[in-house]
């Protein structure tokens, strides 16, 4: 399991498998969420996540494969692509500069 601060994370990447919209939402929802912050958030497929990124998101059935694409980093899986409690916490953590374990 990884760790990183909420206040060390610069570039947020979700993680999706086809790009068919609802995790493009939830990149653009989180986007203007942490545009105070100063997070970068981009949305990639699971397989191409970028090396300077802090911190991926993805359901639940990707987590494997983000974390095989990203090793090292802190991989927070969620259920539901809107309002899901693991996203809510991510953006609370970020906002707050608490610690995100994943």
Known sequence: MATINGSDVKKLVVACDAGMGSSVMLASTLRKQLVKNGVTVEH??????P?????????????????ASAPGKPVVPFQVFLGDPAVTKVVKAIQTGEDINA
Not at 44 to 49: A, E, G, L, Q
Not at 51 to 67: E, Q, S
């Open 44 to 49: 990639t497929p699971v397989n191409s996540i």
């Open 51 to 67: 090396a300077d990124a802090d911190l991926v998101v993805c359901h639940n059935g990707l987590a494997a494969r983000a974390r």
